[in-house]
């Protein structure tokens, strides 16, 4: 089975900390994607990458960074966490076919105090 | 506008009967669609992929495409209580997905 695997489940951080989020893939997979999800929004692509070392911007990428040294490492940097950046972010990974589907990791539910 | 608009609902439909689910796109270049649910807490999982024009049927679920409207939509038949989740719509260009904000459906015994 694929596993994408997100390195914390529950993360509680401090306004203008630097947070890494981390999400290993174990299927080769060249796309990896980071979203987050709101109530009511639901998932938000901040950015993706099909590449080592490439990444494309999604729809809401202020205030975070990517990094992809490594084919099966996607990780999401905040650079100074903020309050409004408390939420559930997703991993995922895929194949770089457009008609496979994405698989998720679990889930880490962000909150910044 | 939104690249993916879903109706947000909630919608409820009594178990048993049919549960219509609607999704538009803004991009025409758009080349797949997809149909996920997500159940509270978890990940969302795949439902229904679709590629061209029609309908396609799995089981009770039936996903339809319509490009010249951009327009997908999934039924569900029969609906059963455990069908009550979030359901997101998606749509990939090249290498990205993009997601509806979601329907939550609620599906009474």
């Known amino acids: 089975d694929v596993k994408v695997t997100q390195s914390s489940r529950y993360l509680v951080k401090r306004t203008g900390e630097k947070v890494f989020l981390e999400c290993v893939q174990d299927m080769d997979h060249e796309n990896m994607f980071w979203y987050r999800q709101d109530p009511g929004l639901g998932l938000r692509l901040i950015y993706f990458?099909?590449?080592?070392?490439?990444?494309e911007k999604g729809d809401i990428p202020e205030g975070y960074s990517v990094s992809r040294e490594k084919k099966e490492r996607f990780s999401l940097i905040l650079e100074s966490a903020s309050t409004n950046q408390t939420s559930m972010y997703l991993c995922?990974?895929?194949?770089?076919?457009?008609?496979?589907?994405?698989?998720f990791g679990s889930g880490t539910q962000l909150s910044v105090l | 506008q939104k690249e993916v608009e879903q109706n947000s609902g909630p919608l409820s439909v009594p178990e048993g009967a049919i549960a219509s689910l609607n999704c538009t796109y803004s991009?025409?270049?758009?080349?797949?669609f997809f149909w996920y649910r997500q159940y509270s807490g978890k990940s969302p999982e795949l439902i229904m992929s679709i590629y061209s024009n029609g309908d396609k049927e799995d089981g009770r679920f039936t996903a339809q495409l319509n490009k010249a409207s951009q327009y997908v939509s999934l039924l569900i038949r029969d609906s059963q209580p455990s069908d009550s989740a979030t359901y997101l719509c998606?749509?990939?260009?090249?290498?990205?997905?993009?997601f509806g904000a979601g329907t939550r459906l609620t599906v009474k015994p």
């Open positions: 990458s099909y590449d080592v070392k490439m990444k």
């Open positions: 998606a749509v990939t260009r090249n290498n990205d997905m993009r």
């Open positions: 991009d025409r270049g758009s080349q797949s």
């Open positions: 995922a990974s895929s194949t770089r076919n457009p008609d496979e589907k994405l698989f």
